[in-house]
């Protein structure tokens, strides 16, 4: 075959080879993320990297963010609890008059209603005064002992793990620009190399030529578009004048900006640490707090109706209601908090806090918030790529001499 009669073929080299650096790229990225869940019979079949690591990954991710970014003693210690008591005192005014009147009318019911409207509402007001310092109390304890009830990389990593979905938005996020690039560098590698390739095919006219080169080209270009990804960490220049930095390195600025608006979004909100202090594995310890501090409270103000109501009821009665009464307040003291959630959101400002640290990190920490997704598992990306080509290569072979 020479150039002049097969012109065409010899052309469209280059550009198959631009495509197969295109696509194998593509290929490696979406099964970087998909599919969510294990699709075929084991052990055939595939599931995205990150989410068939997802518990490694989230545990990287959350090491990352607990030792560098986000440290929950000083974060917490921006709550005023003296605020917070302020921001639920409505609801919380409710609540002390519903666990009231319920546990009166449990153990007595018609007690409550003989007792003189005077003393009930001297012992609704009582308790309902002293409700806001018990809450600024133990708010104060909370935010002194975060990490007595808050286990946040428990939190984190339970969310990650259990929101495969989210743990791929935490990557790919805050990577667009980066996939972006991958796939457009497999383009122009692709297309050097297949000038490359188009020479040897016209000398030698050997058919392993276009495997091998496919093959090369689908390796080559996804290796070294991952590289140029994180390396150079600061810029170098080539060539005498060329500077080139890495490209997730270069992006600092907005990466954090992403990075810190996605966790304060998604990640450490509100209503996740809420769920984390009540339902994690060290809730029993804000409960027993929140009791004692009850406790304390409706001890300090039951005398004012303990002649009448010990008298109807007994000495060992009235204890056990006050108990009740505790472990009732205990466990609606909890809820009562969202309410503060706009305050808290605002007064914790994750979102500044992680985008100032991460703007702080060396450059090799920083490379470790992306990193982790790629390195223990390119080389399977890298070797789908060469097998692409390859294949591709074989479909020229068949084309030009079939």
């Known amino acids: 075959?020479?150039?002049?009669?097969?012109?065409?073929?010899?052309?469209?080299?280059?550009?198959?080879?631009?495509?197969?650096?295109?696509?194998?790229?593509?290929?490696?990225?979406?099964?970087?993320?998909?599919?969510?869940?294990?699709?075929g019979v084991k052990p055939f079949g595939w599931q995205g990297v990150l989410p068939a690591n997802a518990e490694r990954m989230a545990a990287t991710a959350t090491e990352m963010l607990t030792a560098n970014l986000v440290d929950p003693k000083e974060i917490f210690a921006r709550l005023d609890p003296a605020e917070v008591a302020k921001e639920i005192e409505q609801p919380l005014l409710r609540v002390v008059e519903d666990v009231t009147r319920e546990v009166m009318e449990t153990y007595q019911p018609r007690?409550?209603?003989?007792?003189?409207?005077?003393?009930?509402?001297?012992?609704?007001?009582?308790?309902?005064?002293?409700?806001?310092?018990?809450?600024?109390?133990?708010?104060?304890?909370?935010?002194?002992?975060?990490?007595d009830v808050l286990d946040l990389k428990h939190m984190v990593v339970t969310n990650l793990v259990r929101d495969k979905a989210l743990l791929n938005r935490l990557i790919r996020d805050i990577s667009r620009p980066e996939m972006r690039f991958i796939a457009r560098s497999g383009i122009a590698?692709?297309?050097g190399l297949g000038c490359v390739q188009l020479v040897v095919w016209a000398l030698t006219k050997s058919p392993v030529v276009l495997p091998l080169f496919g093959l090369g080209i689908g390796w080559l270009t996804d290796w070294l578009a991952l590289k140029m990804i994180f390396?150079?960490?600061?810029?170098?220049?080539f060539f005498g004048g060329y500077t080139w930095q890495g490209v997730f390195q270069k992006r600092r600025d907005q990466v954090a900006a992403d990075y810190g608006d996605m966790i304060a979004r998604?990640?450490?909100?509100?209503?996740?640490?809420?769920e984390a202090v009540l339902r994690g594995p060290k809730s029993d310890r804000l409960f027993a707090m929140i009791t004692r501090e009850v406790q304390k409270t409706i001890d300090a103000q039951a005398s004012v109706v303990k002649p009448f109501v010990a008298m109807a009821v007994g000495t060992k009665r009235f204890q056990e209601m006050k108990q009740t009464a505790a472990a009732k307040a205990a466990e609606?003291?909890?809820?009562?908090?969202?309410?503060?959630?706009?305050?808290?959101?605002?007064?914790?400002?994750?979102?500044?806090?992680?985008?100032?640290?991460?703007?702080?990190?060396?450059?090799?920490e920083f490379e470790q918030l992306l990193r982790p997704a790629f390195r223990q598992d390119e080389w399977k990306l890298i070797a789908v790529g060469a097998v692409i080509g390859g294949l591709v290569g074989e479909l020229q072979v068949l084309a030009l001499l079939g």
Do not use: C
């Open 1 to 39: 075959m020479d150039f002049g009669t097969h012109w065409q073929v010899y052309v469209t080299m280059p550009v198959i080879a631009a495509l197969i650096g295109y696509v194998t790229k593509r290929v490696a990225i979406e099964m970087m993320f998909r599919p969510l869940e294990f699709v």
């Open 266 to 274: 998604e990640i450490i909100t509100i209503p996740n640490l809420l």
């Open 111 to 147: 007690l409550w209603e003989v007792l003189p409207s005077s003393a009930q509402q001297l012992l609704l007001k009582r308790v309902q005064a002293e409700a806001p310092k018990a809450i600024t109390k133990i708010m104060r304890e909370i935010a002194g002992n975060i990490e």
């Open 189 to 191: 590698f692709g297309f």
């Open 332 to 364: 609606r003291v909890p809820e009562t908090i969202r309410h503060a959630e706009d305050y808290a959101t605002n007064a914790l400002d994750v979102r500044n806090t992680i985008v100032d640290r991460m703007k702080k990190l060396s450059a090799l």
């Open 231 to 237: 390396l150079p960490r600061e810029p170098n220049r």
